[in-house]
Each structure stands twice: as C-alpha cells, then as structure tokens.
C-alpha cells in the first residue's frame, strides 16, 4: 500500500499485519475462547476489556500483540510502559483477513465478537495487482482466486455481525493508473461483486475504500467508486494506514459522500493525532515518522450523521516497514506503540 512518487502518504505495510491476523483468527476459532469472559485464548486472565458497547460497538482482540505486550511489562513490573501500552490495547482494531484459512479466520474472529456481544471489524486487502508492486504486493493470482476468497470470508461471517472495510487502495490506484489500465475492467468488476456478496450476508456492514485527504480530488475517484459498487455498499473508508487529520478527512469525505449519493464514511484515526510527518526525505515519510500520535479513540459518537465512525483500521504499534530502525512491515514494534501512546494527547 505503498507509492514513492507523487509525493503522498500512502497506506502502511499490510502482509506483515495480515500474517499475525491468520494465527490469531485461527487460534480463536480452535480455542473457542472470547473477551467476552475476560479471558485470553488460553484460558488466562486478559489484561484488557471491551470498550462499552453503547459508544463503541467492535470488539477488542483479547489476544492481540498490544494485549500481549501488556501482560508482557505487567509481569516484569514496568507498570508505566503498560500503561502507556494499555492506550492501544483496549482499543478495538483492524483484523486482516489472510487468503489462507480465510474461512476460518473470518469465522473465529466473527465468532470471538459474536461471544462478547461487539462487531468484528474486518479488513479485506487480497485483490489481484495489489499495491503495483511495493511493500504490499501481491493479491490474489486472478479474479477466480479473489472470487473464491470473497465466498470464503463471507461463509466465515456467516448471520453473525461484521463490519468490512474492503480493498484499502484498490481505487485510487486505478484513478492514479497505478494499477494497469488492462486491469480496470476486472478490477471494477471484482469489487462490485465483493460489495454485492458481503452485502448479502444478514449482518454485515461494507465500507468500501476511498483514499485519502493527501491524494487527489473527489471529483478523480467518485465515478470509479459508482463503477465498483458504492451504491451497494453502506458508505466508504478514508484514511486506512494513513496519518491526515481528522477534520482533514472529514472535509474530504464530505465532498466526497454529495458525489456519491450521501453515502456515509468511516476515517481511520489510528496515528492521525498529529497529522502528517513533513521532515526528512519526502519518498520515506510514509514509513514509521517519528512523534506522530494516536488519534481520536474509535467509536461511532462522531458528532456528525455523516461520520459513521471513528476506526483504527491499522493496528497502531505495527511497523510500516524496515526503515527509521523498525522491523519488517506489520511486525509488533512495542518502542514505537510507546511512542505513539506517550504523544497522545487524551489518556486511559
């Protein structure tokens, strides 16, 4: 999810993210254990709990690495790095779905909320062509492939509640021809169809991605969003990954939604607590900038009927890549999740 040129933020690392999330989707799945009885998958006391379900409806991951690194420093007496950690860690986030075991994962992810009375929220980044060949390349081989893991995810989900954020990029990079022109017709053809299959389910809420506050303009990307579903889908998702203010995309999504019939959005409010890193070379920015922030805590009291939710789509503490000293993309980087919790301005 990543772009060097045309000098925008982009998204942050996703396969590294996506691979934890397959161990932790199947582990639920097998273990049968949920936050809803405060404990872990195996059975231990979880250092962390659900937010209330009256202002923020997902679920918290009772064994995610934030959640981990909690009872990691509880258990060597760092109690103030708990602490600061426990900031991301009792905050519900993005679970991305692995095409292997994709199946399972949905549903042991889907089933963990379903216990604890929340919504699992999903991302789903498998489409073919993806991320033109960056960090995050890869996808499904064709459309056929893609297909087959949209039926598998949506078999996983099942009647029980989810809220999918489909295809971070996937648009915009069709508009910025990022992607090939030769791939559009497909591209346009596989969302669409995504859009319309997870839709069918009962329970589950579709959010298909828009970009950015930092990319382009409205007027670029409303029509290709009409041609990939949008008026099937429940609203659209800025800011996956990315660092914009919230009033920046907030601004972008509302010329955005009176382009698309009024369709409601989400903004991903992660690490946004301090916008974007403007220091140091320009084509590296995107990748683990220093002092940023966590954003707005996640929840749907947004004050606007236009902002369906505040999300953190990115799981914040997750290393964008092997730069400024961090690990490879979507490893657990608890010196930088310090760092985000230490600059945010609200507390826990």
């Not at 690392?13 to 799945?29: I, K, N, S």
């Not at 993806?130 to 390349?137: P, V």
Request: glycine share 12%.
């Amino acid at each position: 999810m990543y772009r060097k040129d045309a000098g925008r933020v982009r998204g942050v690392g996703a396969w590294g993210v996506r691979a934890g999330a397959a161990a932790v989707g199947a582990a639920l799945l097998v273990s049968g254990c949920s936050s809803g009885d405060g404990k872990d998958k195996n059975g231990s006391p979880s250092p962390v709990k659900q937010q209330p379900k009256g202002s923020d409806p997902y679920w918290v991951n009772p064994d995610g690495s934030a959640a981990k690194q909690v009872a990691a420093y509880e258990k060597a007496g760092k109690k103030d790095d708990a602490e600061q950690i426990r900031k991301i860690a009792e905050q519900p986030s993005g679970e991305w779905i692995l095409p292997e075991n994709a199946e399972d994962q949905a549903r042991g992810y889907t089933e963990a909320a379903d216990q604890a009375d929340r919504d699992a929220l999903l991302v789903l980044y498998d489409i073919p062509h993806r991320d033109c060949g960056q960090f995050s390349k890869g996808g499904a081989a064709d459309g056929n492939q893609y297909r087959a893991f949209i039926d598998s995810v949506a078999k996983g989900i099942g009647d029980r509640h989810a809220t999918v954020i489909l295809e971070p990029d996937a648009v915009q990079h069709m508009v910025d021809n990022c992607t090939p022109e030769e791939f559009h017709e497909e591209r346009y053809d596989l969302l669409k169809g995504a859009v319309g299959k997870l839709k069918s389910l009962k329970n589950t809420t579709v959010y298909l991605d828009a970009g950015n506050a930092g990319w382009g303009k409205p007027d670029q990307i409303f029509q290709p969003l009409q041609w990939s579903g949008i008026d099937q889908a429940d609203g659209f998702s800025v800011n996956v990954s990315n660092f914009y203010t919230t009033a920046d995309s907030v601004r972008y999504g509302k010329e955005l939604s009176a382009k698309v019939g009024n369709k409601p959005f989400v903004i991903d409010t992660s690490r946004n607590g301090k916008g974007p890193y403007t220091g140091g070379d320009p084509d590296q920015r995107w990748c683990n900038p220093p002092g940023r922030a966590l954003g707005e805590e996640p929840g749907t009291r947004t004050g606007d009927p236009l902002v369906k939710a505040y999300l953190w789509v990115k799981r914040p503490g997750e290393s964008d890549g092997d730069c400024k000293g961090g690990p490879k993309a979507g490893a657990w980087w608890p010196e930088y999740a310090i760092g985000l919790a230490k600059a945010t301005r609200w507390s826990k």
